[in-house]
């Protein structure tokens, strides 16, 4: 079994900085990809990026230049380093993790509210 805990979420003004983290407990082999989804309310779930225990990562392009994520394999944290952040970043974000970082993710952690407000 699998247990994801996110942390990190606040509220902060425009052009802010926030890094969450995702700590995973469990076996490794189903917490080898690791990624970040964020929802808004009454929207699509959008993939934000994922990484794998190799070292690979992967970016949509609509955070590329602005998030980071990382995955440290000793501490099984999972983070997300978020620059420049504007309004619309506002969402509850999700950590997930499953074997693979091409299919369905099969861990969900319970998700953290950022909130980007002047």
């Known amino acids: 079994q699998v247990q994801l805990v996110e942390s990190g979420g606040d509220s902060v003004q425009p052009g802010g900085s926030l890094r969450l983290s995702c700590a995973a407990f469990?076996?490794?082999?189903?917490?080898?990809?690791m990624a970040w989804f964020r929802q808004v309310s009454g929207k699509e779930r959008e993939r934000l990026a994922a990484?794998?225990?190799?070292?690979?990562?992967q970016h949509a392009d609509s955070i590329k230049g602005l998030f980071t994520i990382s995955l440290d394999n000793a501490k099984n944290t999972l983070y997300l380093q978020m620059n420049s952040l504007k309004p619309e970043d506002t969402a509850m974000y999700y950590c997930?993790?499953?074997?693979?970082?091409?299919?369905?993710?099969?861990?969900w952690g319970q998700g953290t509210q950022v909130t980007v407000s002047s």
């Open positions: 997930a993790a499953s074997g693979n970082c091409y299919g369905t993710f099969n861990y």
């Open positions: 469990g076996d490794t082999y189903n917490t080898y990809c």
């Open positions: 990484a794998d225990r190799a070292g690979n990562t």
